[in-house]
């Protein structure tokens, strides 16, 4: 049994009338310290020396006047968040095929990217992640005076429960404990690791355009293909932080020999790997293919250039982008089957040709779906390639601002913290 002490107990009373009090200001945007007491239930000089603490920490400003009462009273100031007053440092690492993509960006506490960088680099492994970490620690100093209220990281990879990426081979990353490497890079910041997939569907979920939605799935699809899901509100990880590989979700038994070991894997059908494919046995065959997605002097296939040429009608590359999302919509029927949610966001390189990808899939899953509630509507991600980004971001936000308020640190359960 545990014993707490009597000072202790306070401590913590202290510190969730913080957090409860920095809810009611942010839920309410502006509000004032009686409407705050009134709502919370504490007393007016509970809310007060509380609202005192955070106008000194500068995360919380008072606005002009508010209402004025009926009785004729004084108007009260008005409260809100000083969105400037502290700052989120995020990074997001995916495989592209000119190289890693970086995405630095700084946001503000209303989500506004305030410092925000982009680059491609030629590293990989571990040499990747000492220059990401480098790089993040010269970001969190330059926010001289501005808290950070920690460090959010989305990869590229499948990230298992433990904080260790599993099967970042693009990335040079395999099996590889990033979670603790970031811990030991930045002992005094939370830092929040996340996959891209889940990150992105947070991102969606909580800043863009699905907040009301409660059952979410979000497919990306470009080099390979992988799912996150939100049900019921909550994000679904696994006992593992496995669940959403679909890209190993077989789609016919006596398909094509996958790396894993089964056939006919969705990997094989719905990515950019069937686009490689069939246009090298196009070529070999001595059939025509335009030349934007093969260079015959280099041999080089340039596969995403099959979502431009599909949007703007080129027959070749229109059957290819058809049979990619005819194998797409029977992997998306089984999660609808499975999972029911309302909307399926697509992300990743397929938005590139969106105007063709959505309206096609809608119609398919239209088809695939015989009974009214398992009807889903397929949309393109607001976000894009922010997503993940946005993602992480959120997950800060949320768990390092919004629940546990500044001062009060805990400790996490499987997120790096
Ligand atoms: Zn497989």
Redesign the pocket.
Known sequence: MQHHSKAADQKLLQELNRIVVLNEIVEAKQISRSQVAKRTKLSPSTVSIIVEAFINEGIVIEVGDGDSTKAGGRKPRLLRINEKGACIVTAAVSAESRGILVQFVVFDLGFTPIDERELVVDRSGEELIRWMENELRSIVDRQEGRRVLGIGVSISAIVGNDGVVYRGHLLDLDEFPLADHLRRAFPRLPVVLEEDTSAAILGEHTIGSNTTYQNLIYVMVGRGIGASAILSNRLIKGAKGGAGVI??M?INKFGEM?????RG?L??YATELMFMKKIREAVRDGRPVPSSVFDPKTEQVYPREVYQEAVKGEPYCTGLLTTLLDDLAIGLSNLVHLFNPERILIGGNLLSAQNVVIPYLNTKMAEYTDSPPTSVEVVASKLGKDAPIYGVASIVYNDHFLKKGLLLKTKRSNRVS
């Open positions: 890209g190993h077989s996958c790396t894993c070991g089964k894997c990997r094989l």
